[in-house]
């Protein structure tokens, strides 16, 4: 318990890094319904689970906490959110990447502590909508890069591999 509490502190510490642009629950609101009802939880992954979704996502990833938004309406669940924090350049980024029904409906830039010029545009970041989780994207193949930003666009898209990667070992059918 002492280590999970810990890793929850070191990962919220990293979020406040950044500059938040919108709240998880407010992006999460705009993508699915203003009157949905929205909870969140922390995932803690085994070593095995870690492994598994590190493979999928041919991604090292940095941590094996994560937080999922979930979406519901009358009972009904709606979607999900997973929250990624990852480095872009020298400081981190937050994205929310928001999945029902086996596709990435959308992301949201939550927070970004990098200057503003390297902020992938809501044009860009329009390309991952609509995207079925079994394709794991790749930058310059099935997104293209952003000229002066691609380490923020790599960023974005490796983070979307881990995001399909946790949706499709844990969430997917449920």
């Not at 981190?92 to 545009?121: C, G, H, S, W």
């Not at 609509?130 to 960023?155: F, Q, V, W, Y």
């Amino acid at each position: 318990m002492k280590h999970f509490t810990l890793l929850f502190f070191l990962v919220l510490s990293s979020l406040l890094d950044a500059q938040v642009l919108i709240s998880p629950i407010d992006a999460m609101h705009e993508n699915y319904a203003d009157d949905a009802t929205i909870s969140k939880k922390n995932i803690l992954l085994t070593q095995t689970k870690f492994q598994n979704i590190q493979k999928l996502a041919q991604v090292k990833l940095d941590t094996k906490i994560y937080r999922v938004y979930s979406a519901s309406k009358n009972g009904k669940t709606l979607g999900y959110g997973i929250l990624i924090n990852r480095k872009v350049r020298s400081k981190n980024a937050v994205i929310l990447y928001m999945m029902a029904q086996n596709r990435l409906q959308d992301i949201e830039i939550i927070a970004f502590n990098e200057p503003k010029e390297y902020l992938p545009t809501k044009r860009w970041s329009a390309q991952f909508q609509n995207r079925d989780t079994d394709k794991m994207l790749h930058l310059s193949h099935e997104i293209p890069s952003i000229s002066g930003a691609t380490l923020s666009a790599r960023s974005v898209t490796d983070a979307s591999r881990i995001a399909f990667a946790l949706y499709n070992q844990l969430l997917k059918g449920k």
